[in-house]
């Protein structure tokens, strides 16, 4: 199992920007997908961005339709970790932001109810 720890959130503005990592240990070898997911308060967990390896920089990526444009995944093998870079917040990005690895990208698709591993989560707090 993948041990997960994200870092990097915090409070901005409307129209800031926040950048998160997500450092992964434990049986990292191999390759796997890495997500990003959001729960706000009193909403269900939401898939934001996933990439389809962290092995190579030009793996898939996907987003959420609200994110585009917006945000970006990106990984970096060789410190095992990957990152959401975010710009042009909004007050309706409040949310808790989990990082999620599992071994197969669809797995990360189809959304949060069978992702293997999660990080403990990090807030992020945009105000207007």
């Known amino acids: 199992e993948v041990q997960l720890v994200e870092s990097g959130g915090g409070s901005v503005q409307a129209g800031g920007s926040l950048t998160l990592s997500c450092t992964a240990s434990g049986r990292t070898y191999g390759d796997y997908a890495i997500g990003w997911f959001r729960q706000a308060p009193g909403k269900e967990r939401e898939g934001v961005a996933c990439?389809?390896?962290?092995?190579?920089?030009?793996?898939?990526?996907y987003y959420t339709d609200s994110v585009k444009g917006r945000f970006t995944i990106s990984s970096d093998y060789t410190r095992n970790t990957a990152y959401l870079q975010m710009i042009s917040l909004k007050a309706e990005d409040t949310a808790v932001y989990y990082c999620?690895?599992?071994?197969?990208?669809?797995?990360?698709?189809?959304?949060?109810?069978?992702?293997?591993?999660w990080g403990q989560g990090t807030q992020v707090t945009v105000s207007s």
């Open positions: 990439i389809s390896t962290v092995t190579d920089s030009n793996g898939d990526t």
């Open positions: 999620a690895a599992d071994r197969l990208i669809s797995t990360m698709r189809a959304g949060p109810a069978s992702v293997g591993s």
